[in-house]
C-alpha cells in the first residue's frame, strides 16, 4: 500500500509499504501496537491485521517463533497501517499470553468485551445484590433466634467481616481489574488449582440460583393470584415470563443490565427507607388508633432469647444462630466487580463502590433490624417461616396490627423485583466466571465467544438452557429434588469471601517480599492487613460452625446438614483434581508478576472523573 509506513521493533520509519512486527523481540515477552488513545480499555488497544482492520491481537514470542491469538502465526507477516493512523501508533510492553500456572490474562477480555458499566451502576449492583429477601422477609427470623439485641450484634458482627472482604476485594480489584474478580485473582495469587475450584463452585450456584429466584417468584405471585382471590393463573406463565425477560437482559449491552439493576436498587432503597419510617411512626405511636409501642418488647420478652439451649449459653446460641443467617443476608456484594473488565476506569471506579456500597448496606441492615426488634415480640411464631411468604416480613405483620394492610401488596411487589434482580445478578456473575474460566483453560474454549457488542453468549445460552429447571416447580417430586440441588453450595458465599481474603492476604505478602511498598497500590488501606487474617478466621469459623443446630440433641436435619457442609468435600474434590490433573502449585511469592501489573496501572490512568449536574447532585450521594 503506497503512502503506509514501516515500524521495525519500536521505531516508525516512513517511506515503506507496511508495518511487521519485529523480530527481535525477546523470549517470554510481548509486543503489541496502541493505535490512538485508548485508555478507556485500560490499554489494552488494537493492532491492525493484514486486511487493514483493527484487530485486537495479543503476540508471544517463544522458542523462536512469534505467535499470538488470533490470525497471524509468524513473524514474516506484514500488517497494512494506514498513514494517519501510523502517526499514532506506538509499540508497548505487555506481559505474555497467560499459561495455567497462574499468569494473569486481561488482553482477550478487553478485545472482546466492552466498558459498559461505570462506577454509578457498580455502586447500586452491590447495593441490588444485598437488599433482598433476606431483609425484607428474613430479619423477622433474626429476632426470633436472637431476640432484638442479640439480632443487632449479629448483623454488626457480619458487618465488619463485610467490610474487611469488601475492602481486600477493592485493593485487589483495583490492582488487576479482571473478568471473574476474585476467581482470576486466586490463580493469579494463590494456585490455579484453587480458582479452578472456587470458579466452578460459582458457575454451579448461580446457575441453579436463577431457576430457583424464578420458582420463588411464582410463589410470590400466588399472594395475589390463588383460589381464595378468585385469580388463578398458571405458574408456566410466570416461569415463561421471566425466562423469556431474563434471557433477553443477558443478551443485550451490559449497560441495559446496569441500568436495570440500578432501578431496581432505587427501589429497593426506597423501600427500605419507608419501611425504616413508617416503622419509627408505628412505633412511637404514630398512627391513630394505635398505642406507643417504645421498646416494649425489649424488656419482655427481653433483649436475647434462649435457643436450643437455656441460659447465658442458649443466648449466646442465639446470637451466634443470627450471625450464621446474616452471612446469607449479605451475600452478593462480592458480585460487583465479576465485570471489571466491562467497567470504565475501574481503578477508580471499583474501589470506590466496594467503599461506598459496605457503608450503605450496613447502615440499611443495622436501621433495618433496630426498627424490626421495636415493632415485633421475638416470641411472635408468624416470624417463623419458609421465607418465601409475605406473610412473615416483620414490617408486614406490624403494619398490618396497624391497620394499614396494603403494605403487604407493596412488600411482595418489590420482594418480586428482588427475585428477579437476583436472577439478573446470578447471570451476570456466573456467565462472567465461566468465560474468565474458559480464558484460563478450565472450561471449553467454546464460551469466549462473544457478540459484536461485547456479551459472551454462549455462556448466557448455558445458562438460560439450566432456567429450565424452574418448571420441575410443577411437580412436587421434582421440586424436592431441584433444592436439594440448590442446596449443595449454599455455603459458596463463605468460600468465596475466603478467597477474596485469602488473595488480598498473598498480594500483602508478595508485595513485602518483593520489596514493594502498599502504597504503591491504585487503592490502599493500612488497616487492611489486619483486617483480612481476622475476617479470614471468622469466615472459617462460621464455616464450620453454620450448621451447629443439626449436632443438637433432637435436632438432625437432612437438609440443613446438607446445605451446610457438604460444599466442603465438593470444593476439595474440584481443589484436588485439578491441583492432580494439572500438577499445579502454589505461586511462590518471588514468582508473582506484580511488576508488569503495576506497570499496567502506571502506564494506564484511569480517565477524568465527569462531575454530577442538574438534580442527579441531589441524590448521587447514594452511589457517590
Request: glycine share 10%.
Amino acid at each position: 500500500m503506497a503512502g503506509a509506513n514501516k515500524l521495525n521493533g519500536s521505531a516508525a520509519q516512513s517511506g515503506s509499504d507496511t508495518l511487521r512486527i519485529s523480530e527481535s523481540v525477546e523470549e517470554g515477552t510481548a509486543r503489541r501496537v496502541c493505535i490512538g488513545d485508548n485508555s478507556s480499555t485500560a490499554g489494552l488497544a488494537p493492532l491492525l491485521n493484514n486486511d487493514n482492520t483493527i484487530q485486537n491481537k495479543t503476540y508471544h514470542h517463544h522458542n523462536g517463533s512469534l505467535t499470538e491469538y488470533g490470525a497471524i502465526s509468524s513473524t514474516s507477516d506484514d500488517i497494512d497501517l494506514e498513514p494517519d493512523l501510523m502517526a499514532q501508533s506506538r509499540l508497548l510492553p505487555y506481559h505474555a499470553p497467560p499459561t495455567e500456572e497462574g499468569d494473569l490474562l486481561t488482553s482477550t477480555e478487553s478485545t472482546s468485551l466492552k466498558r459498559g458499566l461505570s462506577q454509578r451502576h457498580l455502586s447500586m449492583l452491590g447495593i441490588a445484590g444485598s437488599i433482598g429477601t433476606g431483609l425484607f422477609l428474613g430479619l423477622g427470623l433474626a429476632v426470633a433466634k436472637g431476640g432484638p439485641l442479640g439480632a443487632l450484634l449479629g448483623y454488626a458482627v457480619i458487618g465488619l467481616v463485610v467490610c474487611a472482604v469488601q475492602f481486600a476485594l477493592g485493593e485487589v480489584a483495583a490492582l488487576l481489574p479482571v473478568t471473574g474478580s476474585f476467581v482470576r485473582h486466586s490463580e493469579f495469587l494463590v494456585d490455579p488449582a484453587l480458582g479452578f475450584a472456587v470458579g466452578w463452585n460459582l458457575v454451579y450456584g448461580n446457575i441453579l440460583s436463577i431457576p430457583a429466584e424464578i420458582t420463588a417468584i411464582c410463589t410470590l405471585f400466588q399472594f395475589w393470584f390463588n383460589e381464595d382471590s378468585g385469580n388463578v393463573i398458571s405458574p408456566v406463565v410466570f416461569i415463561l415470563g421471566f425466562i423469556v425477560v431474563t434471557v433477553a437482559v443477558g443478551f443485550s449491552f451490559v449497560r441495559v443490565f446496569g441500568e436495570i439493576e440500578f432501578v431496581f436498587a432505587l427501589l429497593k432503597i426506597g423501600l427500605v427507607v419507608f419501611l425504616v419510617v413508617l416503622g419509627l411512626v408505628i412505633d412511637l405511636g404514630g398512627i391513630p388508633g394505635t398505642e406507643r409501642i417504645g421498646f416494649r418488647y425489649w424488656r419482655d420478652p427481653g433483649p436475647l432469647v434462649e435457643y436450643i439451649a437455656t441460659g447465658d449459653w442458649g443466648k449466646f446460641l442465639g446470637f451466634w444462630a443470627v450471625m450464621t443467617g446474616a452471612v446469607f443476608s449479605f451475600a452478593g456484594v462480592e458480585s460487583l466487580a465479576m465485570a471489571a473488565a466491562e467497567t470504565r476506569n475501574p481503578r477508580r471506579a471499583i474501589p470506590r463502590a466496594c467503599k461506598r456500597v459496605f457503608a450503605r448496606i450496613v447502615i440499611f441492615y443495622m436501621v433495618a433490624v433496630f426498627v424490626v426488634g421495636l415493632l415485633v415480640p421475638s416470641d411472635d411464631e408468624r416470624l417463623v417461616g419458609s421465607g418465601n411468604s409475605v406473610a412473615q416480613s416483620p414490617f408486614v405483620i406490624a403494619a398490618s396490627a396497624a391497620g394499614i394492610p396494603v403494605i403487604a401488596s407493596v412488600v411482595n411487589a418489590i420482594v418480586i423485583t428482588s427475585a428477579w434482580s437476583a436472577a439478573n445478578q446470578s447471570l451476570l456473575a456466573g456467565t462472567r466466571v465461566l468465560y474468565g474460566l474458559a480464558l484460563k483453560g478450565q472450561a471449553p474454549r467454546v464460551f469466549l465467544r462473544t457478540t459484536s457488542w461485547g456479551t459472551p453468549y454462549m455462556c448466557v445460552g448455558l445458562f438460560g438452557c439450566f432456567m429450565l429447571l424452574s418448571f420441575m416447580s410443577l411437580s412436587e417430586d421434582a421440586i424436592t429434588v431441584f433444592w436439594w440441588l440448590v442446596m449443595l453450595t449454599a455455603a459458596g458465599v463463605l468460600f468465596s469471601w475466603s478467597a477474596i481474603l485469602l488473595n488480598h492476604i498473598r498480594l500483602l505478602q508478595a508485595m513485602k517480599r518483593q520489596g514493594i511498598q502498599p502504597s504503591g497500590l491504585p487503592w490502599h488501606n493500612w488497616w487492611t492487613a489486619y483486617s483480612s487474617p481476622a475476617a479470614l478466621f471468622m469466615c472459617l469459623l462460621i464455616l464450620v460452625t453454620s450448621g451447629f443446630t443439626v449436632f443438637t440433641e433432637g435436632n438432625w436435619d437432612s437438609a440443613t446438614f446438607v446445605s451446610c457442609y457438604l460444599d466442603i468435600p465438593l470444593m476439595s474434590i474440584a481443589y484436588l483434581s485439578w491441583k492432580y490433573y494439572k500438577r499445579t502449585k502454589i505461586v511462590s511469592l518471588d514468582e508473582i508478576a506484580l511488576g508488569d501489573a503495576f506497570e499496567q496501572a502506571s502506564l494506564y490512568p484511569d480517565e477524568p472523573e465527569p462531575k454530577q449536574k442538574g438534580w442527579v447532585r441531589f441524590i448521587s450521594w447514594i452511589w457517590d
